[in-house]
């Protein structure tokens, strides 16, 4: 390959790159709000995922009971888990300590208006 060839090759692979850097900032502008949606925002709603496990086997054994002796459980608010039992106790454990919610990236994002109406995204 002589001096020519190989210019005319990296001149390409330049315009090949230039061509490649305009397609992904359309790309980018494109799945950016306009200006005139983030001036509609007004709410912001993040969810993020968090799994809390209870093992009814060491809440039994913690407890005095066997498994055979639960009528009912439910999972109540803030992270609660009741376990009645047939006798009429309650059993009532916290989950709340139960591991860290991951916060690095929200599982769904939501944007509304002033009135709750989602703004496009």
């Known amino acids: 390959m002589n001096i020519q060839e190989e ?4 001149f390409k692979v330049q315009q090949d ?6 397609k992904f900032k ?17 709410h912001v709603e993040m969810t993020y995922d968090h799994t809390i496990h209870f ?14 002796d639960i009528e009912a459980i439910e999972c109540g608010k803030w992270a609660k888990l009741n376990i009645t039992l047939k006798d009429g106790r309650v059993i009532e454990e916290d989950g709340s300590f139960y591991g860290e919610v991951d916060m690095k990236w929200a599982s769904t994002e939501n944007f509304y208006d002033e009135n709750y109406k989602e703004v496009a995204q």
Not at 17 to 22: D, F, G, K, S, T
Not at 59 to 67: E, Q, R, S, Y
């Open 55 to 68: 093992d009814i086997q060491e809440i039994a054994n913690a407890n005095n009971f066997a498994p055979g």
């Open 17 to 22: 790159n230039l061509a490649n850097e305009r």
């Open 7 to 10: 210019m005319d090759r990296i």
């Open 26 to 42: 359309e790309l980018a502008d494109a799945e950016r709000k306009t200006d005139e949606d983030i001036t509609k925002i007004r």
